[in-house]
């Protein structure tokens, strides 16, 4: 018997039983939307997380003093200027290289509005290491970072709700009762991936938030710019050998600062979103498994109802193997077809809730061609049983039985 008159006369039984048919792949069906919503989701996770660890900088390697244990990004410890110079003079695989100095909540004032706010000092090629650009004004210079010149560059969120509208070029602010000239405004970014809004931020020159704002030339962290994005582990460990070098650190202690590169969030994050995803595919596939227990049970019922016709197919000279395979062309068809109506709204699914709920979602062909071959993978294993015991009827005893 031909493959094509098996998958006809597959067609043409699960035909005589519409209902049954569709209600025994209801399992398989929430099974692949799950699978497809997960993945999906997944995806777009995946995706948006590496868009915002790309918008953080570029090649970039952020060094915080202080040690793990109650650890604290701007605490109480401090780098000094001498451990800044080292790394400078000794890392040859520096592209550019800030200290950072930060004063978190503290309050602006310009006219009668005052805004509370982060105030962050550092050098001028900031924004060629976070990749980012002015939309309106100017960036301060290195000149202007010697002198502590008291100029200001400040982020949309704190633009918006200090000016109102009005263009803040040129505007004076006060800080401490200091006043700032504002002489740019940042390019908007998205939301740090800790939830932190980076437009709420006011960056000064270093030297200008050392004297007047912390009072301390010492300052809590530094992020450098690698020359290469592929030796940012040579980078890592060569700035990390400097600094255990100039804290007079011996084998057996260990460090006293903490270095966080971008290949280390991105691997980080790649690792949890795994974890999650395998989760959630797991949770997904025990749909999978019980539609196809539903598939075995309603094909043991269907090889039960149509004894008397295998029977006559086995004596007019119809081969075990052929009766096998119909029924598991029977299993297959059934899941096949499930896994494509839950393809088809797992698709749909996935952009009703990005457009409710504004997540990014991201629905690739592999995850499509997973989702179609685990169910007829499903067909396949729990179709064989019933369509087994099928070849094995006895043909006279199956033509007695009616």
């Known amino acids: 018997m031909s493959p094509k008159f098996i998958i006809k006369s597959a067609f043409r039984a699960l035909r005589k039983h519409k209902m049954r048919s569709l209600l025994t792949t209801l399992g398989i069906i929430v099974g692949i939307i799950s699978i497809i919503t997960v993945m999906s989701i997944g995806q777009g996770a995946k995706q ?23 650890f604290h990004p701007f605490g109480a410890k401090k780098f000094k200027r001498s451990d800044y110079k080292a790394i400078v003079e000794e890392c040859d695989q520096i592209k550019h290289i800030s200290p950072i100095a930060i004063k978190r909540s503290i309050r602006v004032v310009y006219n009668n509005v005052n805004w509370s706010t982060n105030i962050t000092g550092i050098k001028s090629n900031f924004t060629k290491i976070r990749n980012w650009p002015l939309e309106k004004g100017d960036f301060f210079s290195e000149e202007d970072n ?56 006011i960056m000064i020159p270093l030297k200008t938030v050392q004297r007047k704002i912390v009072g301390s030339y010492n300052f809590p962290a530094m992020i450098i710019c690698g020359k290469q994005k592929d030796q940012l582990h040579v980078l890592a460990n060569e700035i990390r050998g400097v600094l255990r070098q100039e804290h007079n650190l011996s084998p057996k202690d260990e460090d006293d600062f903490i270095l966080i590169s971008q290949n280390d969030i991105s691997q980080a994050v790649g690792a949890a979103q795994m974890v999650l995803n395998l989760l959630l595919i797991a949770v997904a596939s025990i749909s999978l498994l019980v539609g196809g227990i539903g598939i075995m049970n309603i094909m043991l019922v269907t090889v039960t109802e149509r004894t008397r016709e295998i029977g006559m197919r086995m004596a007019l000279g119809a081969p075990s193997h052929t009766i096998l395979r119909q029924f598991i062309m029977e299993s297959i068809i059934l899941c096949f077809t499930g896994g494509s109506i839950g393809v088809f709204i797992g698709i749909n699914l996935s952009k009703l809730l990005s457009m409710l709920f504004g997540w990014t979602v991201f629905i690739s062909y592999p995850s499509i061609v997973v989702s179609l071959l685990s169910a007829v993978l499903v067909g396949l294993f729990f179709g064989f049983y019933p369509a087994y015991k099928a070849s094995k009827l006895n043909p006279i005893e199956a033509l007695e039985e009616h």
């Open 48 to 70: 948006k997380v590496k868009e915002q660890i790309e918008d953080l900088g570029t090649n970039f390697i952020i060094v915080f003093s202080g040690t793990s244990k109650g």
């Open 146 to 201: 010697q002198s502590g010149a008291k100029v200001a560059v400040i982020g949309k969120t704190v633009e918006d709700n200090l000016f109102c509208g009005e263009n803040p070029i040129g505007k004076k602010i006060r800080i401490k009762n200091v006043p700032f000239k504002v002489i740019g405004v940042l390019t908007e970014k998205g939301k740090h991936p800790s939830g932190e809004d980076q437009n709420d931020s």
